[in-house]
């Protein structure tokens, strides 16, 4: 059994929303709005059990996951068109992948906007001052803009860990203590 494959199912369900959602808000000329949206519902997950078990809990039916859905989309002042793709995901059992969608979004926005956007993790949250200079950094490899998205991870000990792309520039103290450990069993 290839464990991969349910997966690229949801990837697929979630690219399927994202363009059209993304499709729609450029044809409405209404980007911005659904940046917004996307930043949101993307807090929302993070700060809210409830609303990560709403979306991913067989237990709630489609239409108590759509009275739900169109409640909170109605109390965070979302456009009409991410309520409406939210209540057609609620009505065919697909918010499980919101998550993916938000992150397919985000790669959409992004290049609209001619910026790529870097993954972050660090062993503690960069100040502003740090994050610029690493976008500036960043901006000369890349060559566009770069949008950092930035993850905590105390496990890193020091250093960070960014994703660009398809490139990863590890230089956490964790990785390099993991080489070390490595380079001894090698050697004794």
Known sequence: MDVSEPASISTGIAQRYATAVFDLAREGDDLAALTSDVDALRAALSESAEFRDLISSPVYSRD??????????????????????????????RLFVLPQMLRALDEKLAEARGEVTADVTTAKALSDKQKTALAAALKQSAGREVKINQTVDESLI?????????????????????????????VG
Not at 161 to 182: C, F, H, P, Y
Request: no cysteine; charged share 20%.
């Open 64 to 93: 108590d996951q759509g009275r739900a859905i169109a409640a909170i989309a109605q109390k965070m002042g979302l456009t009409g068109t991410t309520t409406n793709v939210l209540g057609l995901m609620a009505s065919k059992r």
């Open 158 to 186: 020091g250093g960070l860990v960014v994703k660009l792309g398809s490139k990863m520039i590890d230089t956490s103290i964790r990785s390099k203590l993991q080489a070390l450990q490595n380079t001894m069993k090698e």
